[in-house]
């Protein structure tokens, strides 16, 4: 089975730039989170889609958005990007939200390098 | 609030030693616990979770880890290291509710393994 699936695998843009990031999740997945991990931290949580709602936003400012699909697909988009959002980009999927804990499952991460 | 503070940013074991990765959690709720590992360039695997079931925890890869409720602590140990265990660490833990769950992380253990 395949598992999380995320693209491109690295990205580089110029600050001011804006970013587009993409995430599968897998199969019978429903829901989305997003993760930056800067090098050296662990991962800080962005966001969390279930059934296509934003169900919990980190603390990252509002340059920060994203959605998800029909399909359970997400994106996640980061606009006017500064040097301090080269990071990690990491995507994980889980069965459900919020009613339990669910195990996350993550993708091999989008590499982001803004100079 | 929930956390979890990770001691010591590197550990150094020879192949065949006793490998102990230290993680202590903050939590004003029954907690769940993870831990997770990360190899150079790629995303997270899951080696273990503690979901308030048995407080010994077997994980993969001959991982294990014990939550002790009274040291406030989740670590987690292998006996026997392998070349191929050296990679970054991490302890997590679940913070569920209002509809949403998020792993907050900490800030990692390396782990490297000497011959």
């Known amino acids: 089975d395949a598992g999380v699936t995320q693209s491109p695998t690295h990205l580089i843009k110029t600050r001011g730039q804006q970013v587009t990031l993409r995430c599968s999740p897998i199969?019978?997945?429903?829901?989305v989170s997003w993760y930056q991990q800067v090098l050296g931290q662990g991962p800080q949580f962005i966001f969390q889609y279930y059934e296509k709602e934003e169900r919990g936003r980190g603390n990252f400012p509002d340059r920060f958005s994203a959605r998800q699909f029909p399909n359970y697909s997400s994106e996640l988009n980061v606009n006017a990007l500064l040097l301090g959002d080269s990071a990690l980009y990491l995507c994980?999927?889980?069965?459900?939200?919020?009613?339990?804990?669910?195990?996350?499952?993550f993708g091999p991460g989008t590499r982001l390098t803004v100079t | 609030a929930q956390s979890v503070t990770q001691l010591g940013s590197h550990v150094s074991v020879s192949e065949g030693a006793l490998v102990l990765l230290r993680c202590n959690y903050s939590s004003s709720v029954p907690p769940y616990l993870f831990w997770y590992v990360q190899y150079p360039n790629q995303g997270l695997q899951l080696l273990l979770k503690?979901?308030?079931?048995?407080?010994l925890v077997k994980g993969i890869n001959g991982f294990e880890a014990e939550f002790k409720k009274s040291e406030t602590s989740f670590h987690l140990t292998k006996p026997s290291a392998h070349m191929s265990d050296a990679a970054e660490y991490f302890c997590?833990?679940?913070?569920?509710?209002?509809?949403?769950?998020?792993?907050?992380f900490g800030t990692g253990t390396r782990l490297q393994v000497f011959p």
């Open positions: 994980a999927s889980s069965l459900g939200s919020g009613t339990k804990t669910y195990e996350q499952y």
């Open positions: 997590a833990v679940s913070a569920w509710g209002r509809n949403t769950d998020k792993l907050i």
């Open positions: 199969s019978g997945h429903k829901s």
């Open positions: 503690y979901t308030s079931a048995a407080t």
